[in-house]
């Protein structure tokens, strides 16, 4: 994949909240959830050594499949708030060439020996062992799977039974994720937009663990050949994590971008400059009550501080007039949508895609507005979101020709033209976040 502005999307806007979160470190809220969780998960591992079915025990197999698993473990392809890792290769063998109820109880190890082996050290933050350990929950299902199906010998027409043991691991998996979520305060809704991708990948392994177990039934020592193709997908891992860094760079740039034309506005005229940023905090706010995805909210952000940025062409005397506008200068005023749209479509990439959402900031909910009179639905909710924002900050600013109005007049004519200039479920939005302030 060609990796340009327009392709940081909502997965990548998510690997940047995953990779901040790592930064900043297990935060209070969430080591108080995974000191709950964790020590059930290694409960139910240890619980699972009473599981029956697979061969004897032995040390030497044990410790080899721990090491491959945690090897395994460090190749992650980032998705979402998450990684698929493809484990998958070894955890199938070890299904069927380690007693089954030992397995879990082995994911575990090797996790925590995965952790002991990451950056920074765990004794630096031993919280950080919490979430990483209590990983192992998906190797609970198909364990559980496979001793009540009794242990059955490694054979191709078994497969419904592993196809049982699949769906168990994502089940147990999904209920890791949902926690892991509510520790790091993520909604189901976000976790559920990027797991399937995960389980594709599972899916997609599943059969290959399969056929390595086959391969190793009566030498466990052969599983060690799945490690030139961990190495290829190491590298595969490493590609996709620098078009990833390249794409959020490119990212970080176009928000600089974005602010140094907000800066360009302010110079220009003090008014729409402060009025811009005034509007990002209302927007913001307004976005989080109606709970926009991130990438939503990140053009929510860039759209509210560029909104106006069209001005910049537009004559002073006009901007700056004491007084109603007559019906030619209304005309010209009104082309600073369009005028905002086509110089951020020269810059291109991600600001193209706000430019062509500051041209419909200044439509109306009953398709009165201007430049295309759209209505309803067909208006961008981002555009939506702002053009209220806008009109309530313009409303409670003061101006040399007018004094703004207080907050609740202003909240008044705002409920007074919901469902004619604006979004109703905007501005009952707008009145809670301002409820709120």
């Not at 392709?7 to 930064?23: I, K, N, Q, W, Y």
């Not at 860094?245 to 402060?274: I, K, N, P, Q």
């Not at 004491?322 to 005028?339: F, M, N, Q, S, Y």
């Amino acid at each position: 994949m060609t990796t340009t502005a327009a392709s940081v999307s909502h997965d990548e806007t998510l690997v940047r909240g995953a990779r901040e979160r790592d930064e900043r470190g297990v935060e209070r809220h969430a080591r108080l959830v995974y000191a709950a969780w964790t020590p059930l998960v290694l409960a139910a591992c240890v619980a699972a050594l009473a599981l029956h079915g697979g061969p004897a025990f032995a040390w030497w197999k044990f410790a080899l499949f721990v090491a491959l698993y945690t090897g395994i473990s460090r190749v992650e392809f980032e998705v979402g708030i998450g990684s698929a890792i493809p484990t998958q290769l070894v955890l199938v063998p070890m299904l069927f060439a380690l007693p089954i109820g030992t397995v879990p109880l082995a994911v575990a190890t090797a996790l925590l020996a995965r952790t002991m082996w990451s950056r920074p050290l765990p004794w630096r933050d031993p919280a950080r062992v919490l979430p990483a350990v209590s990983t192992a929950a998906h190797a609970l299902g198909p364990a559980l799977v496979l001793s009540l199906a009794g242990g059955l010998p490694l054979r191709w027409s078994a497969w419904p039974v592993y196809v049982a043991a699949v769906l168990a691991q994502f089940a147990f998996d999904l209920a890791h994720s949902l926690i892991s979520g509510m520790a790091h305060r993520i909604g189901p809704r976000t976790i559920l937009s990027f797991i399937w991708l995960v389980y594709s990948v599972d899916l997609a392994l599943a059969p290959v663990g399969l056929a390595v177990a086959f391969s190793v039934r009566d030498h466990a020592e052969l599983a060690v050949l799945v490690l030139p193709l961990v190495a290829l997908l190491r590298f595969f891992s490493g590609e996709r994590q620098r078009r990833l860094d390249h794409a959020l760079e490119l990212s970080d740039a176009y928000r600089g971008t974005a602010f140094l034309l907000g800066d360009v506005v302010e110079a220009d005229d003090a008014y729409t400059g402060s009025h811009s940023r005034h509007v990002v905090d209302l927007v913001l706010g307004v976005a989080d009550e109606l709970k926009l995805s991130e990438a939503d909210r990140r053009d929510a952000e860039f759209v509210a501080l560029l909104h106006d940025v069209g001005k910049i062409r537009i004559p002073a005397e006009i901007i700056n007039k004491p007084g109603k506008l007559d019906a030619e200068e209304r005309a010209v005023i009104e082309t600073h949508t369009i005028i905002g749209e086509e110089m951020l479509e020269r810059v291109g990439g991600l600001l193209g895609h706000v430019g062509r959402l500051v041209r419909s900031c200044h439509e109306h909910w009953d398709g009165k507005g201007y430049p295309d009179r759209l209505a309803g639905d067909a208006i961008p909710l981002v555009a939506r979101i702002v053009c209220a924002c806008d009109a309530f900050s313009a409303m409670t600013t003061d101006r040399p020709y007018r004094k703004g109005r207080s907050e609740d007049e202003a909240l008044a004519e705002m409920q007074r033209c919901a469902g004619t200039q604006f979004d109703p479920q905007v501005v009952a939005a707008l009145v809670r976040v301002s409820a709120a302030a």
